[in-house]
């Protein structure tokens, strides 16, 4: 399972803003991973090729890596991007 911890802003009703812990899920780090990734739609990936993708993206860029270059991706290119992630959702659906 693929976790990173951020620190989440929270509104206290009478005292000083706290940090919290939030979880990236392990299906959100998979969606940024293989968005990261190299696979194309045309490629037809099956889920050995999907997870794979994920493994190696993962191992290359790290989780913290993958969130820019889709950052990055919305960015530049939004109505792509946005295919893109829907593709990706579908995958790991």
Known sequence: MITTAFLV??????GPRKLTPAQL???DAGCRALFASGLQRSDAPDADVVAE???VTV?????????????QEFGDH??????????VRLLLT
């Not at 802003?9 to 009478?14: G, L, R, S, V």
């Not at 191992?59 to 950052?71: E, S």
């Not at 939004?78 to 593709?87: G, N, T, V």
């Open 9 to 14: 802003h929270t509104a206290a009703a009478a």
């Open 25 to 27: 899920t392990a299906d």
């Open 53 to 55: 993708a994920i493994r």
């Open 59 to 71: 191992q290359q860029l790290g989780t913290d890596g993958c969130a820019g270059r889709m950052a």
């Open 78 to 87: 939004p109505e792509a991007a946005a295919a893109r992630m829907r593709w």
